[in-house]
């Protein structure tokens, strides 16, 4: 996480959110045009995500959700005026993007598949974003109408020529994917806390709610290969995860919905 040091001055917050700003040291930490990410340097840390109007209600939604469970941050405010506000506690730890877990690339591997099959083993019947899949497929379709598509995402043994051919995988086969587990929905490394091996919490879960568990297992996988820069922990992750609970199909299937965005 690169932190770029700001002034109070160059945020135009609300007035509700100014005792958590005032007096703290502040620090740029975004890592995308979607959302501004402020870390606020102060007693044990702050975030503050400002993102388009409307935009932060389901992540912030699911953060409740995934607290109420003790796996993300507090929510401590969710303001949407003319821009969303969403103000959480900083979970302590790093995420696992940073050195002293990428260097130990077996251990990481087995942490996230063992992290991922106690998240999917839990009762997602109260998940208050019970219809993932139906979003997850309507937004493909929607980008698919756009001419989005991306060929270059994934590794080879997933990459589709074209988007005739990813959307025929999708059209054929997106009527099985599942909604019965509990997702982060974009379960990659960045997204991933670890507090010197022992897990934090999860951040950045707009992307979540009860869907295929396919889709996190497709991003797990993914996240190795793309942060270690080699497919060689796939078999490993997958093993340590549960085989069994592993359809190679399916996943080709999510690759087939991801390459349009």
């Not at 995500?49 to 507090?74: C, Q």
């Not at 050195?99 to 083993?121: G, M």
């Not at 979540?208 to 793309?226: M, Q």
Request: aromatic content about 12%; hydrophobic content about 35%.
């Amino acid at each position: 996480m690169t932190l770029t040091p700001i002034s109070l001055e160059q945020i135009a917050y609300p007035d509700k959110l100014r005792p958590s700003l005032s007096g703290a040291k502040l620090y740029d930490s975004s890592c995308s045009d979607a959302a501004r990410v402020i870390f606020i340097d102060k007693d044990g840390g702050y975030f503050l995500k400002s993102a388009p109007k409307g935009s932060l209600e389901r992540e912030t939604v699911l953060t409740r959700y995934f607290h109420d469970k003790g796996l993300a941050a507090t929510v401590l405010a969710y303001i949407s005026d003319e821009r969303d506000w969403l103000l959480t506690e900083k979970i302590s730890g790093d995420n696992c993007t940073v050195s002293k877990y990428l260097e130990q690339p077996q251990r990481l591997c087995d942490t996230l598949a063992e992290r991922l099959a106690l998240l999917h083993s839990l009762d997602c019947r109260d998940c208050p974003i019970p219809n993932h899949t139906d979003r997850y497929l309507a937004k493909a379709t929607c980008n698919r109408r756009a001419g989005i598509f991306d060929k270059e995402l994934f590794p080879d043994n997933w990459g589709y020529a074209s988007a005739e051919e990813a959307w025929e995988v999708v059209e054929t086969h997106g009527h099985s994917l599942q909604t019965d587990t509990l997702l982060h929905g974009d379960y990659c490394l960045p997204n991933i806390i670890l507090d010197d091996w022992r897990f934090g919490g999860f951040v950045d879960l707009d992307s979540g709610g009860s869907g295929d568990r396919h889709v996190d297992i497709f991003w797990a996988v993914w996240t190795l290969f793309f942060n270690l820069k080699t497919d060689q922990y796939r078999d490993r992750f997958i093993d340590a995860y549960g085989r069994d609970r592993v359809n190679e199909d399916m996943l080709r299937v999510v690759a087939a919905v991801e390459v349009f965005g």
